[in-house]
């Protein structure tokens, strides 16, 4: 669903000052590339952000920086569904994704502070606190994506008191956006270089992990299509932290950032980002997008996310824009 953002975005191109062509120091806010899309984010339900891998289980708590989730599948090897936490838990925790609807300005508009809150922002979608240097001795509890160089080792256990004596498998978890410097520490994973044309080359060979790709198609302008790469070890974390119930597409907040006093260009920095978002279009899901299942005594996590396993592997997503 487009929301309000991408009205607001229309109207800002549409009267942005003419005049400022003739001022040197002020002419780049009318290219044209400040205004189309500039980043995508993941998300989930509210109350996931208080459950799943952001539980700090015993014994051993967060000291040791292992992602752990408690399975509530009965088999003795299985993967890890979301569905069925909240199935177990549904005494106290409700599965549900809030609907998206025009006046939305982010993913979730209930607050998604984790369960470990010193200096957690409270963004509406998954961070990657992993590219932020105060919050990455915690990302294993705050999540959602692995460290850059270390990775994520991860247990998936059948007890809450005694995981160590109870894993049902492990593995360790890489990130393709963290090691390619292309999502920032508030979850943004940007899109590729500027020009059309390189997004097109790149569309065509799909070859390396740029970010995303936005790619005029045979109907264009009434049509654009976006894709992107979710590799192994990004989804397996993602999945072990709630899951993908909301993908946001976002543009710049122009107005926010010549407030802040940053003028165009806008350059993308992973580890210190100035560019302020403002969301064009949001797409919610009522299945988890990373659900995954067993395959008789072999665990679906393992065959489908697990580095050691598949470290090449990974999902292309695209999502198309009309705009008839």
Known sequence: ??????????????????????????????DTSNYTFHAITYGKDADGFKYHGHIPLAP??????????????????????????????????????????PFNSRLESKSTITAYSSGVPDVGHCLNSAADANLSAFSHLIGCFPRKNLGFNYWVVSSADNPAGSILYSGTLYSNYNFDNIMDASGFLTFAGSSTQVHINLYNSFTANY??????????????R?????????????????????????????????????????????????RKYKLFAK??????????????VSGGFNASFDYLSSPIGGTTIEWDIYFN
């Open 226 to 274: 976006l894709r992107w790469f979710l590799g192994t070890g990004d989804a397996g974390a993602l999945l072990l932290f709630g899951g993908v119930y909301h993908l946001g597409l976002w543009t710049l907040d122009m107005k926010e950032l010549l407030k802040q006093g940053y003028y165009p260009p806008y350059s993308f920095n992973a580890l210190n980002n100035i």
């Open 211 to 224: 970010g995303v790709l936005r790619v005029p198609l045979s109907d264009f302008p009434s049509k654009i």
């Open 60 to 101: 051993s708590g967060a000291g040791n920086g292992i992602i752990k989730v408690l399975s509530y599948q009965p088999l003795s090897v299985s993967s890890y569904h979301t569905s069925a936490t909240a199935e177990a838990l549904s005494y106290k925790y409700k599965l549900l994704p809030e609907s998206p609807k």
């Open 283 to 296: 797409k919610t899901f009522n299945r988890d997008l990373l659900h995954v299942q067993d395959f008789g």
């Open 1 to 30: 669903m487009l929301v309000d953002g991408a009205g607001e975005l229309i109207v800002d191109a549409l009267t942005a000052n003419r005049s400022l062509a003739s001022i040197p120091s002020a002419s780049a806010i009318l």
